[in-house]
């Protein structure tokens, strides 16, 4: 109860501390679940004889809390459990080792010669092909003697085809000397015998193509410039008229000694 001798200032400021706790007490209210029953507050009322110089400060208000939403896990249904024998299988498989690869063997293999017996033949049969195989034996000495005899006369026949072929060489090289000789100057070949060896090149006329040439030296310069111009003062020189025989003559190699 108010006292009625109490200055009216106080009693401004009782009303004033009335309405700032009502305004706490409405916005406590507004924060919590309408559901819920808020306890009683006892508001408390102070008397003033005189005014505060400052106003009472205002109490902060309240932030009202933050409700956080359940998180929901998602759980996975789990897979169906597979039969025991296909785990079974699964885990046979992860335990045998991986089959190895075949290996080529490149080499052939050698098949078994099969042997077969032969059956033993009648002994006319068997006389028969002793017979059949001397006389295939005696017939193939008598081609290897009948051919022996072939070679050894056309070997004769050569030999004297060569034989007689060398004699008319031999007779158309004396035929060369004697020419060369009728243009060599014997005073400068000294008075021994002195012997030379010449390369000529000729044709089928007997002529001299070139210069001839002393392969080996009579040893006396004088006596070897003399033959060379011999040889060309003699040409053309005598060679057989049978190409066969002249292409012995061709290219011809001719001992020669100036002072026979």
Not at 171 to 178: D, H, L
Not at 189 to 195: D, F, L, R, V
């Amino acid at each position: 109860m108010i006292r009625t001798h109490e200055n009216p200032l106080a009693l401004r400021a009782g009303v004033l501390s009335v309405l700032v706790h009502g305004v706490l007490l409405a916005v406590l209210l507004v924060s919590f679940n309408w559901k819920s029953i808020a306890p009683a507050s006892v508001a408390e009322v102070e008397l003033w004889d005189k005014l505060p110089t400052q106003a009472a400060a205002a109490k902060p208000a309240q932030v009202p809390p933050v409700k956080l939403k359940p998180v929901v896990k998602v759980v996975k249904a789990p897979e169906p459990e597979a039969p025991a024998e296909l785990k079974a299988e699964i885990q046979l498989k992860k335990k045998l080792p991986k089959p190895a690869e075949p290996k080529i063997d490149k080499t052939v293999e050698k098949k078994p010669k099969k042997t077969l017996l032969k059956p033993e033949l009648d002994p006319k049969v068997r006389e028969d092909k002793v017979r059949k195989l001397q006389q295939m034996l005696a017939e193939e000495d008598q081609q290897d003697a009948r051919q022996a005899q072939k070679s050894a006369a056309q070997a004769a026949k050569v030999a004297q085809v060569g034989a007689a072929n060398k004699a008319v060489i031999d007779g158309y090289a004396e035929k060369i000397r004697n020419k060369i000789r009728q243009f060599v100057n014997p005073q400068l070949c000294g008075a021994g015998k002195p012997e030379m060896e010449l390369a000529v090149t000729l044709i089928p006329t007997g002529e001299v193509i070139g210069t001839p040439r002393i392969t080996k030296s009579s040893g006396i310069t004088a006596c070897d410039e003399s033959v060379e111009r011999a040889v060309l003062q003699a040409s053309p020189l005598p060679v057989p008229k049978e190409s066969e025989l002249f292409n012995q003559f061709r290219n011809l190699k001719l001992k020669f000694r100036p002072l026979d």
